[in-house]
């Protein structure tokens, strides 16, 4: 014949909850109150055991506590299961005279305490309310976690579109000169080889592939008859070519946060070590690294390949030459490191 304890409403399914209490009638009460519930019950006599316990069983959602035990009293052990298992919700049990330590557990994160004796429906109904709030939290915790991996997810998109529109940009513009088709891509190529001798890896290294590919996107907003000028450029043509970098720059600006390093490459892949380079007049070690390895790779891709106002030079030459201005012009460091990655520049693919 069921008794009446079956009668009650099933909230909990089949969750785990611990019943922790130094007096084994009391907690057998407590347990058969709880299954009533629709719990399966663990049961502990003291805070310490009830800690190994949830060792062996995990984390449950729920634990009713008495406040009064030997070894680690409730306050102790709520201290303990808060910091190890943040998750659960504790309901503290006290009597009468406890209620000032009742209320220093709501503060230490007791989701709840009842006062002894305890009636079933009093417990059924303070259970219901600390299981309905964890839900909110967990639910809470759930769709702002998720959430900003959506915003996460979809500012990479964006970001991702905008590369892919600058990049299809970089090609179009080279695409419409013979004598610098292909010279991003080249450039990006000797600069990933040179870094990755140097000891770049990473998001290092694909910081230097993309900046190697963009360095010259700011061409875009200098005249064709500058850009191919077949002999040497006037001051103000000089002027007009030296703003890619800067203008560069501000069209990969919402790079920014994402890849500085990329824009730092935009910016000073011009700079010489001696300071007489463009647009900041860095010296030496002022020069991002990334700008001073992409300016090697772009000397020697600008030798290799025919310009309109000059012929191409043989790799070899190119690489003396890199050489010969190492410490002036081009970093030392990296400009050795370019040659040790490329230890047969006949072989190399000059122009695309
Ligand atoms: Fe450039």
Known sequence: ?????????????????????????VRRSLARMLQAQGFQCFEAGTGLEALDLLERIGETPLIVSDMRMPELDG????????????DTSVIMLTGLSDTTTAVDCLH??????????????ELQA??????????????????????????HEQSQRIQELFLQGVQ?????????DAY?????????????ATARRMGFQGALLDGIRLGGELHDIGKIGTRESVL???????????RQISEHPLLGERMLSPLARESPDVLRIVRSH????????????LRGDMIPIEARIVAVADAFDAMTTRRPYRDSRPPDQAMEELRRVAGTQLDPEAVEAFVAAHPHPERLPLSA
């Open 1 to 25: 014949m069921p008794s009446a304890l079956d009668a009650q409403p099933v909230v909990a399914g089949s969750a785990n909850c611990l019943v922790v209490d130094d007096e084994p009638g």
């Open 75 to 86: 306050i102790g052990f709520l201290e303990a299961v808060r910091r190890r298992y943040p």
């Open 108 to 121: 230490l994160g007791a989701a709840d305490f009842l006062l002894k004796p305890i009636s079933m429906n």
């Open 126 to 151: 303070r259970v219901t309310r600390a299981l309905e709030k964890r839900t909110l939290v967990l639910q809470n915790r759930y769709y702002q976690e998720n959430l900003e991996r959506r915003v």
């Open 168 to 176: 299809m940009l970089a090609r179009a513009l080279e695409a419409k």
């Open 180 to 192: 610098t088709r292909g010279h991003s891509i080249r450039v990006s190529r000797y600069a990933v």
């Open 228 to 238: 191919h000028k077949p002999g040497s450029l006037t001051a103000e043509e000089f």
């Open 270 to 281: 011009h700079e010489r070590l001696d300071g007489r380079g463009f647009p900041d007049g």
